[in-house]
């Protein structure tokens, strides 16, 4: 019943930048963690950071110094700022968000992927 819409990938050179969006929408409570995962061709799905409703922050340590994410809870929507891109960031990212439905005795935890958008890095 939540969607997360996803925007901002595309083609970019070594050394440029993107900036990545996903906005939730449909019926929710409240959102608490929110993250960016990515997935190259034949790898497993990696975190590349995530960010709480109270601010704090983690990020893998390929991308720590490069890559900042950052939320703007009254939007519902996480972002992904991409500096310094290198070729090996090539990937799907995923936005995803841990949900909470309901309140009280009738709370309900989900989560929710987003559909992927592709970002290449490459000359």
């Known amino acids: 019943q939540v969607q997360l819409v996803e925007s901002g990938g595309g083609l970019v050179q070594p050394g440029g930048s993107l900036r990545l969006s996903c906005a939730a929408s449909?019926?929710?409570?409240?959102?608490?963690?929110m993250g960016w995962y990515r997935q190259a061709p034949g790898k497993q799905r990696e975190l590349v950071a995530a960010?709480?409703?109270?601010?704090?922050?983690n990020y893998a340590d390929s991308v720590k110094g490069r890559f900042t994410i950052s939320r703007d809870n009254a939007k519902n929507t996480v972002y992904l700022q991409m500096n310094s891109l290198k070729p090996e960031d090539t990937a799907v990212y995923y936005c995803?968000?841990?949900?909470?439905?309901?309140?009280?005795?009738?709370?309900?935890?989900?989560?929710?992927w987003g559909q992927g958008t592709q970002v290449t890095v490459s000359s």
């Open positions: 995803h968000a841990d949900l909470v439905h309901g309140v009280g005795l009738k709370v309900t935890f989900t989560d929710s």
């Open positions: 960010v709480t409703t109270g601010g704090s922050t």
């Open positions: 449909g019926s929710i409570f409240s959102i608490n963690a």
